[in-house]
């Protein structure tokens, strides 16, 4: 046991690789997407460090190209739940009484393996699971869950430091104790960082977890496990299992030792989550803590005085990389009459030269939705726009499934501002654009803020300093992630921490000190070097 007080690396973000023609990182991603592709694994779950395969195996198709299998994954049941909660709890007390140095130091190892050797293994897991293109694979496969890891570390050695006063003959301390029990990381597919982290950041602290991804990303999160297990995560702090959600949920929900929900995913699922925890609070140790991101209706809102390109850029990127499918994609805009003409000349140029295609190919800006269910409601929406007196679909509107879930970039024009699209989640390539009247720009802020339950993302475009003032006051709880004169996307970890309230969560902002402070239990200890010696108080003396 060394005496030395530790510091952590400071942390930078990950610089982005480009994957320019010539580049090493093109060629070794390219290698990397062909050996894959060329493969059909065999992905077990991981429970108490081993690998777990079963006789029910579940196909993994691209999809963009649905007719090839990447491999099969072996899904369990209510008693490999079990197993894995019995291995967390039984790897807590030794995990938990690791020095805190030496847990930062495994996840610190993690994000070097992923940022070198594991990169491109990484990207192509991404790229053919999820169907992304390279850059969207690489700023959140690799850079994002590379800065989790270790602005996570640092800001656990923050924690730690924060220390209360102690006056004469007083040692005030505080001992930041992980949660009693176990926490349960429920990840989406959208975001393989996101995946990476929700039992990542717990689990940095002293927790251990049991995670269940969705089964669209379980191909990229075995590359997780694969990765941790190399830097060295002891067996049983994460379990990675693949269950129906009801098997999982009646295992881990009705435990006594369940201690914590880390959850990223629809807002419908979070809020029955939410209540079976509460109908089942009488049976647990302590009171869960809950941590959430949702659903959101992101948008983008202009004022006459923005710059119209401006604008038209951050709609085509905001509203149509990796198909619209992040929770913080634009997917309403309020356009002021006088600009809209420019705008959508600017628009409609830039949704004609993207590309739409497999994601190997490395000119396709533009590739498949998740899988069939995500592919028929978006389809629908566009269905009806098409039929709607009240919107016109001004560009794209197709989609084929015969090979891939591929759906155009679809841009519907709404007469009414809560038509059916300026509304409801969609959660695919669909933007919905309302335009009105440049005098009517404050009633359009009430417009905005009205209109949709969520408040994850939003953007304000102006030149004028006065209307994003006002915009930043009328629209303060309409999102999470506010910004100006940007695209409502690409939340940076350590520069903006990301979450929202309403119906988008519980705003804990992963990313940030805040979301790991969810995952402690402090303890506050107070030494007393000289210690009273007669119980009298010196006011019951008279004289």
């Not at 807590?92 to 805190?100: F, R, V």
């Not at 009414?416 to 404050?442: R, S």
Request: glycine share 6%; with cysteine.
């Amino acid at each position: 046991m060394s005496d030395a007080i530790f510091s952590v690396p400071t942390p930078v973000n990950e610089p982005v690789l480009n994957y320019a023609p010539g580049s090493p990182e093109k060629a070794a991603l390219k290698a990397a997407l062909a050996e894959m592709k060329s493969q059909k694994l065999d992905i077990p779950m991981f429970i108490n460090g081993q690998q777990l395969r079963t006789d029910h195996k579940v196909a993994i198709h691209p999809p963009h190209e649905i007719s090839h299998t990447l491999g099969h994954f072996s899904k369990g049941n209510a008693t490999h739940v079990k197993q894995a909660i019995e291995a967390a709890l039984a790897a807590k007390p030794a995990w938990e009484a690791m020095p805190w140095e030496e847990r930062a130091a495994i996840f610190l190892k993690a994000a070097d393996l992923l940022a070198g050797p594991f990169r491109a293994k990484m990207n192509a897991a991404t790229m053919l699971c999820q169907s992304k293109n390279p850059f969207q694979a690489e700023i959140d496969c690799v850079c994002e869950l590379v800065d989790f890891w270790r602005f996570n570390a640092w800001f656990m050695q923050e924690i730690y430091r924060q220390q209360p006063l102690s006056p004469r003959n007083t040692w005030n301390r505080l001992d930041w104790r992980p949660l009693e029990g176990f926490i349960f990381a429920l990840t989406p597919f959208n975001f393989t960082s996101i995946a990476g982290n929700l039992p990542t950041a717990p689990a940095m602290l002293g927790n251990v977890a049991i995670w269940k991804p969705a089964e669209s990303q379980v191909y990229s999160a075995a590359v997780i496990m694969e990765i941790l297990e190399a830097a060295g995560l002891p067996p049983g702090v994460i379990n990675l299992v693949y269950a129906d959600g009801p098997v999982v949920g009646e295992a881990v929900f009705a435990h006594p030792d369940f201690a914590g929900l880390h959850f990223t995913g629809s807002t419908k699922v979070f809020q029955a989550l939410w209540k079976t925890i509460g109908e089942n609070i009488h049976k647990y140790k302590t009171y869960p803590r809950i941590v959430g991101e949702t659903g959101g209706k992101d948008f983008v809102l202009a004022h006459p005085s923005a710059d119209p390109k401006a604008v038209a850029v951050a709609l085509s990127r905001g509203a149509f990389e990796f198909q619209g499918q992040k929770c913080s994609a634009a997917s309403r805009a309020y356009i002021p009459k006088s600009l809209w003409k420019a705008v959508k000349t600017y628009l409609l140029e830039d949704l004609v030269d993207m590309k739409m295609g497999n994601p190997e190919d490395f000119t396709h800006f533009f590739n498949a939705v998740i899988d069939e269910r995500a592919f028929d409601k978006i389809s629908s929406y566009i269905a009806q726009a098409r039929n709607s007196e009240q919107a016109t679909i001004i560009a794209g509107g197709g989609y084929d499934k015969s090979k891939g879930y591929f759906i155009e970039p679809t841009v519907i024009e709404a007469n009414d501002p809560k038509y059916l699209t300026m509304c409801e989640e969609i959660f695919g390539p669909v933007l919905t654009i309302y335009v009105y009247e440049d005098k009517k720009f404050e009633q359009t802020l009430d417009l905005v803020n009205s209109t949709s339950p969520y408040a994850l993302t939003g953007a304000i475009f102006a030149r004028e300093r006065a209307a994003v003032v006002l915009a930043s006051q009328k629209l303060r709880h309409a999102a999470g992630n506010f910004y100006i004169n940007d695209t409502p996307t690409g939340a940076v970890v350590g520069q903006q921490p990301f979450g929202g309230g309403r119906a988008s969560g519980t705003n804990d902002k992963a990313g940030s000190i805040l979301n790991m402070y969810r995952w402690l239990s402090p303890r506050t200890i107070k030494e007393n070097f000289v210690s009273p010696t007669d119980y009298r108080y010196p006011f019951q003396q008279e004289a």
